[in-house]
């Protein structure tokens, strides 16, 4: 079988206690333009567009349990992060650290001028970045 995808896009959906922070991580600080909310049966979700692809940051009238070990993608197995290519690599990671959040991995250069890192949000979800350097 192959899938018959109704999208190009896919939508990242990540659970959370703590909207308010989210929220103004992903929108205000990485600038992601802000789609809409969206109420569903138990709950409701922020959409962020992030390129083709959503950002839905959900939250549940019942709060689950906290259960992000943290620590990155060598902490746990499973979905453990993101990468997101940008033009502006330095640029996205200072604002991030300006903004008070953690880049537990520096840009790292893989080839000339071309390098990764890794940010943390406010929940402790890792994102890598990638782009020029």
């Known amino acids: 079988m192959t899938l018959s995808l109704l999208s190009p896009a896919v939508e990242i959906g990540i659970v959370t206690n703590n909207p308010d922070r989210m929220l103004a991580f992903y929108r205000d600080t990485l600038g992601l333009p802000y789609q809409q909310k969206m109420d569903f049966p138990g709950g409701y979700m922020h959409r962020l567009a992030l390129g083709d692809n959503v950002l839905k940051l959900v939250v549940?009238?019942?709060?689950?349990?906290?259960?992000?070990?943290g620590g990155g993608h060598g902490a746990a197995t499973?979905?453990?992060?993101?990468?997101?290519?940008?033009?502006?690599?330095?640029?996205?990671?200072?604002?991030?650290?300006e903004a008070g959040h953690p880049v537990p991995v520096p840009p790292t250069e893989?080839?000339?001028?071309?390098?990764?890192?890794?940010?943390?949000?406010?929940?402790?979800?890792?994102?890598?970045?990638?782009?020029?350097?």
């Open 60 to 69: 549940m009238e019942k709060a689950p349990s906290n259960a992000n070990p």
């Open 78 to 97: 499973g979905y453990r992060y993101a990468s997101i290519g940008v033009n502006n690599l330095r640029a996205t990671l200072q604002a991030i650290e």
């Open 110 to 133: 893989i080839f000339d001028g071309f390098g990764f890192a890794f940010a943390e949000d406010p929940d402790g979800n890792w994102f890598e970045f990638y782009g020029p350097l």
